[in-house]
């Protein structure tokens, strides 16, 4: 399979324009990505754009902290299935995972499962920059357990993003079959080739049509 399926091509910065929306979803049809990723904003025109075309529409919720309540993260969520997303990146409450509070680090993503159970996947950013192996390992089993589909490495935010190692500790994990995406810093066909390697399922990179050029012919 090409790599251009695995890739959500994303466009999170504070200046992205209407303009650049209409320009990625355009590209995101030429290369058959497997979604795009944008603010809930521009969930509807991206659903409107790329409908019948086979790329997802993702959006973030609570983003870029996790810090938003639950319920609020639960009706960004339903607010954007609405407009059209099918896939909801969320972060998780990393405040709350440094405490050491897993239950209610565990009640913030089964609240926004709950809300679009059926309708949309669910990604759970567990920011892997501000985690040991330890709670990396332990923040993903709790995904699991919530019931999201898949565990996400970061929000591209952080001091760092994807790392190799990171997502083999979390494919070690989460066992064989759970969706991982891996996100932040990649921008290479290289790059982006060792986080599938390592167990990846999916890529969120801004740098989509890069790494889709330079995947061998």
Do not use: W
């Not at 993702?58 to 299935?81: C, H, R, S, Y």
């Not at 990604?123 to 040991?132: C, G």
């Not at 898949?150 to 790392?163: C, M, N, R, W």
Request: proline letters at 2%; aromatic letters at 6%; a neutral charge.
């Amino acid at each position: 399979m090409s790599i251009a399926r695995y890739i959500d091509y994303t466009l999170l910065k504070a200046t992205g324009t209407v303009a650049d929306v209409k320009r990625m979803c355009r590209e995101a049809m030429q290369y058959n990505f497997a979604a795009v990723c944008v603010h809930t904003g521009f969930v509807k025109l991206c659903a409107q754009l790329l409908a019948e075309s086979g790329v997802g529409v993702a959006t973030v919720v609570g983003f870029p902290f996790g810090a938003d309540k639950p319920e609020i993260k639960a009706m960004a969520a339903e607010l954007a299935v609405a407009d059209g997303a099918t896939e909801i990146d969320m972060v998780m409450n990393i405040g709350h995972m440094l405490s050491g509070n897993t239950a209610a680090v565990k009640d913030d993503i089964a609240t926004v499962v709950e809300a679009v159970r059926g309708r949309a996947l669910v990604k759970v950013i567990i920011e892997t920059a501000y985690l040991s192996r330890e709670q990396i390992v332990l923040a993903s089993k709790l995904v699991q357990e919530a019931g999201a589909d898949f565990v996400k490495t970061s929000t591209g935010f952080a001091p760092s993003g994807a790392k190799v190692e990171d997502i083999a500790l979390i494919r070690q994990t989460v066992g064989p079959d759970f969706g991982i995406k891996a996100s932040g810093g990649i921008s290479d066909y290289q790059t982006a080739k060792k986080m599938l390697d390592a167990g990846a399922t999916r890529l969120g990179a801004s740098a989509g049509v890069a790494i889709a050029e330079g995947e061998p012919k």
